[in-house]
């Protein structure tokens, strides 16, 4: 518990805002190919937000003679993406943030600049992914980022790729300079959701403006807003209100949920402890206090001994009281007075030698 807390506080104050998109010159890689990827691996796990470049789906396919790790054959869905500044560095294996999503690149053409990822099936149920299939022409954009490299900047906060749930746009407008979006987004996760908060719309790091939650089967909606050079950078500004996007929420309040859900009970629990006490005490001291309030929490059977009453009680017998010469031991006899069997030299500590032996 006390181990959750500091981790969560320490990640707060590590977390900055941001706007959502950084230029290529703010990333430091590889100029390609494989020997970019020596030191990859394990400098980089995490994302920031900051979307890096609008990317292009080439292809988006349904294969049937994909080898499982068995040997065997199965079917899956496979997609490729063109990008400049994210071939950069990149390397088998390593993720890449696809509209928010962290995929994991499966095939390099360093010469093309395409990348190809692979979309598991809880994949295409939690995200939008599965709509990109280009076709008719029409170009289908997607927002990409590279890994954030531990100890680097981080302008937006902690993404980690992993999206909660799509949200549908309801509202567009322009305030100024700014463009408002309202998103409605399933009632289960608006408790993430907190005005002035951390959000991740289609991978890219924004607040959260005004938010709605009126329960399951009411109105659910928060806004953001881009400001103006956000607007040029990433594909939001292209959607319009029917359209869906890729939402996940603040982490760390989720952390914080499951750290608060291992207190309380704990803390209810001592809480009701100190209530019974409270009320055991009143009656041992025979006044009313709670005790009637607390009702059957208290029991006092094992607790008050036969005899005892309360002084309000003035028909009932009077309270013991404890006197240590009416106890058996007071009195008791030494039975080896003559200490047998010990050498006794006068510096042996007696018992009934001690000033308060006889003590009344």
Request: net charge negative; glycine share 10%.
């Amino acid at each position: 518990m006390r181990s959750a807390l500091i981790f969560v506080a320490a990640i707060l104050a590590l977390a900055r805002p941001g706007h959502g998109f950084a230029p290529s010159t703010t990333r430091r890689g590889g100029t390609g190919g494989a020997a970019a990827s020596s030191s990859s691996p394990t400098a980089r796990r995490m994302f920031t937000g900051i979307i890096e470049e609008m990317g292009e789906v080439i292809s988006l396919e349904t294969k049937d003679d994909m080898t499982l790790w068995d040997g065997s054959k199965g079917s899956g869905t496979e997609m490729t993406v063109r990008g400049e500044v994210v071939m950069e560095g990149a390397y088998l294996g390593c993720s890449i943030s696809v509209n928010g999503v962290c995929l994991t690149a499966t095939e390099l053409d360093f010469d093309g600049r395409v990348f190809k990822v692979g979309l598991a099936p809880e994949t295409l149920r939690k995200t939008n992914l599965g709509t990109y299939s280009p076709g008719s022409g029409e170009r289908k954009m997607v927002n990409l980022e590279r890994a954030s490299e531990i100890g680097g900047r981080n302008s937006g906060h902690f993404v980690q790729g992993h999206v909660d749930d799509v949200g549908t746009i309801v509202d567009r407008w322009v305030d100024e300079n700014s463009l408002f979006f309202k998103v409605s987004f399933p009632y289960e996760h608006m408790r993430y959701v907190v005005p002035k908060g951390f959000i991740a719309i289609d991978g890219t790091s924004l607040t959260v403006c005004d938010v709605k939650s009126e329960g399951p089967d009411s109105e659910n909606w928060f806004t953001f807003m881009l400001v103006e050079y956000t607007q040029k950078k990433i594909i939001i500004p292209s959607k319009e209100v029917g359209d869906t996007v890729n939402i996940e929420v603040d982490v760390l309040g989720k952390y914080s949920e499951q750290a608060w859900e291992a207190f309380v009970p704990k803390m209810e629990a001592l809480e009701r402890r100190v209530r019974e006490l409270e009320a055991k005490v009143e009656l041992l001291e025979g006044g009313g206090g709670e005790a009637e309030s607390v009702g059957n929490e208290v029991d006092l059977g094992d607790v008050v001994p036969k005899g005892f009453a309360s002084s309000k009680d003035a028909t009932g017998p009077k309270p013991e009281t404890w006197v240590r010469a009416d106890q058996p031991f007071a009195n008791a006899k030494d039975l080896n007075p003559q200490r047998d069997n010990r050498n006794n030299r006068g510096t042996d500590w007696v018992r009934t030698e001690q000033a308060f032996y006889d003590a009344r």
